[in-house]
């Protein structure tokens, strides 16, 4: 028996739910504040989101569709990441409903809102750690053959940065401490991180001896 089971995403996947997104897991959550043009604050997760630069620090969401959050950030140029936190995440699993463009989330979810210091845009207040983005880019993302696919990447970089001194240890953000949640695959699967490991960059010299070891 073959011990893989393969498919063709355009052909279907051939299990009772589609793996795609358990085997890219767990995903980190953003749960992106922004605000339109008229005023209007908007809150909502992402969990296509990620970090994908350092220096300077470019944060990265899409959304399925031309939602809310898009447009805002579109309209805007700025948006802010709020850190999903266990204690939040029954209020972030609210914030996800297709509430209309004239509803404020952060009401609609019973958040509290503390204001950013580089945009305009409110974070969650009490949060354990937030940060304020200017957008660099919102890009249409295409398939392979260059069609459009209906989802849009938004790109911001970081301009300024909250952490809660609560989830601080020894001047390290303790995510254990902090309680952070990320998405794992399938429908309502989240996991909550309850412990890290160490585990160092071999360094040059490492390798080196490594080479010697395996060939000795
Ligand atoms: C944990 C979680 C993660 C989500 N991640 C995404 C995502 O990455 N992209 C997306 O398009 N929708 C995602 N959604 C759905 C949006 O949050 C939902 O469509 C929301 O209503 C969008 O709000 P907005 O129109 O105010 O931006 C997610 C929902 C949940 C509960």
């Known amino acids: 028996m073959d011990a893989y089971h393969s498919f063709t995403p355009a052909d279907g996947h051939g299990l009772p739910h589609d793996p795609i997104k358990a085997i890219v897991a767990p995903r980190p959550i953003g749960w992106i504040s922004s605000i ?8 909502a997760p992402y969990s296509y989101f990620n970090l994908f630069s350092h220096k300077p ?33 029954d209020a972030l699993n609210r914030t996800s409903l297709p509430h209309a463009a004239d509803v404020n989330e952060f009401a609609a ?14 974070r969650v207040a009490n949060i354990a750690a937030a940060m304020e983005c200017k957008l660099v880019s919102v890009q249409e993302l295409t398939d392979a053959s260059g069609r459009t696919i209906g989802s849009h990447l938004v790109i911001g970089e970081v301009m300024r940065v909250h952490i809660a001194k609560a989830c601080l240890a020894d001047g390290l953000f303790d995510i254990v401490r902090a309680r ?31 080479v010697g070891h395996s060939k000795g």
Do not use: H, Q, W
């Open 57 to 89: 620090a470019i944060l990265i969401f899409g959304s399925e569709g031309c939602k809310d959050t898009v447009r805002n950030v579109s309209e805007t140029g700025e948006f802010v990441f709020n850190l999903a936190t266990e204690d939040f995440a």
């Open 180 to 210: 952070s949640i990320a998405r794992c695959g399938y429908r309502g699967d989240y996991i909550v991180v309850e412990n890290t490991f160490e585990m160092l960059r071999p360094t040059r010299n490492d390798s080196i001896r490594d």
């Open 36 to 43: 339109d043009r008229a005023g209007m604050i908007n809150l």
């Open 109 to 122: 979810a019973g958040l509290g809102m503390a204001d950013s210091e580089t945009v305009s845009v409110p």
